[in-house]
């Protein structure tokens, strides 16, 4: 079983779907305007608003920042009280209605830019397709993922890496039967939680 499992997530307890579309409509941008400042395609975008797709951790964050707001305003992801994060009392949560487990390994102190996480990927998990700023290293910890990176398919077995620029489309899925752990760092800058703004007040969604 997964560390992830044994000690249990802190899980979003709200639908990201409404709170996106209720923030857009705020902002009066129709989907596409959304869609192309965040990096995501209006098909993908109108099953997420529709709760019928829940976006990765990083997918989520470019839309936020799209937004105009932070990560915070859609889940509270919980940051290590140290830079030091010892295996049994790491940081872990989901978001709503995933089945990707994060365990946040980064710290937050003044002038920090990296993040970095520990994913548990179940089996058949697909990612959408993404491109953004910035730029990712993943490293293969347990089992096998095919990385899709500008149209080409690249398996990924544990002990391999890829280093990458976030402008270059890129998915990634695992077809295997066995769940995946993945070590991913990078320079995404929407996953600064400082930047953005913070708007707990209207995330609360209308009656």
């Given at each position: 079983?997964?560390?992830?499992?044994?000690?249990?997530?802190?899980?979003?307890?709200?639908?990201?779907?409404?709170?996106?579309?209720?923030?857009?409509?705020?902002?009066?941008?129709?989907?596409?305007?959304?869609?192309?400042?965040?990096?995501?395609?209006?098909?993908?975008?109108?099953?997420?608003?529709?709760?019928?797709?829940?976006?990765?951790?990083?997918?989520?964050?470019?839309?936020?920042?799209?937004?105009?707001?932070?990560?915070?305003?859609?889940?509270?992801?919980?940051?290590?009280?140290?830079?030091?994060?010892?295996?049994?009392?790491?940081?872990?949560?989901?978001?709503?209605?995933?089945?990707?487990?994060?365990?946040?390994?980064?710290?937050?102190?003044?002038?920090?830019?990296?993040?970095?996480?520990?994913?548990?990927?179940?089996?058949?998990?697909?990612?959408?397709?993404?491109?953004?700023?910035?730029?990712?290293?993943?490293?293969?910890?347990?089992?096998?993922?095919?990385?899709?990176?500008?149209?080409?398919?690249?398996?990924?077995?544990?002990?391999?890496?890829?280093?990458?620029?976030?402008?270059?489309?890129?998915?990634?899925?695992?077809?295997?039967?066995?769940?995946?752990?993945?070590?991913?760092?990078?320079?995404?800058?929407?996953?600064?939680r400082k930047g953005g703004i913070r708007l707990p007040e209207m995330a609360q969604l209308d009656s």
């Amino acid at each position: 079983m997964a560390q992830g499992e044994r000690q249990g997530r802190h899980k979003a307890d709200r639908p990201l779907g409404p709170l996106i579309r209720k923030r857009r409509k705020q902002l009066g941008l129709t989907l596409q305007a959304l869609c192309d400042t965040a990096g995501v395609s209006v098909g993908y975008l109108s099953q997420v608003e529709r709760d019928n797709a829940t976006p990765s951790l990083g997918t989520l964050a470019q839309i936020a920042a799209a937004l105009d707001v932070t990560l915070e305003y859609f889940v509270a992801t919980p940051v290590p009280a140290d830079s030091l994060t010892r295996a049994d009392t790491r940081p872990q949560f989901s978001l709503n209605d995933s089945s990707i487990g994060y365990e946040n390994l980064a710290a937050d102190f003044p002038g920090a830019e990296l993040s970095s996480y520990i994913l548990h990927v179940p089996v058949g998990y697909v990612s959408e397709v993404v491109s953004h700023d910035g730029e990712e290293i993943i490293y293969i910890l347990d089992g096998e993922i095919e990385q899709m990176l500008d149209g080409e398919v690249i398996t990924m077995k544990a002990g391999d890496s890829l280093h990458y620029s976030g402008l270059r489309p890129h998915s990634w899925t695992n077809p295997t039967d066995k769940p995946v752990r993945i070590l991913w760092t990078g320079t995404l800058a929407v996953l600064n939680r400082k930047g953005g703004i913070r708007l707990p007040e209207m995330a609360q969604l209308d009656s």
